[in-house]
């Protein structure tokens, strides 16, 4: 148990760090990128919900491959949340 322990620690920092990143930019965003910007937030509260969920919940007999899955669909889902903020700071 202590390794989904500290693989929840793990996801809520990247969580909580892209959260903050979110607020961040949007004091500093122009008008029109705020509404953008509320919606990545969302999305990475989201993100490190189901995340959460999923780490509680693991899925029994293959669990090699769940926690691979795992790994994949939480980096896809960061580097997408970065990729747009990058574009909306330009």
């Known amino acids: 148990m202590a390794s989904r322990r500290n693989l929840k620690k793990n996801v809520n920092y ?11 930019e949007s004091m ?6 705020r509404e953008e910007l509320s ?3 969302l ?3 989201n993100l490190r919900q189901d995340i ?3 780490i509680s ?3 029994p ?3 090699k491959g769940f926690y691979k899955k795992l790994k994949e669909d939480f980096n896809n889902g960061t580097q997408t949340i970065f990729k747009k ?3 909306l700071g330009k």
């Open 39 to 41: 919606k990545l937030f």
């Open 14 to 24: 990247i969580s909580d760090l892209i959260a903050g990143l979110c607020i961040v």
């Open 61 to 63: 007999g293959n669990v």
């Open 57 to 59: 919940h693991t899925e």
């Open 52 to 54: 959460i969920s999923r």
């Open 85 to 87: 903020l990058e574009e």
């Open 28 to 33: 500093n965003a122009k008008d029109e990128n």
């Open 43 to 45: 999305q990475a509260v």
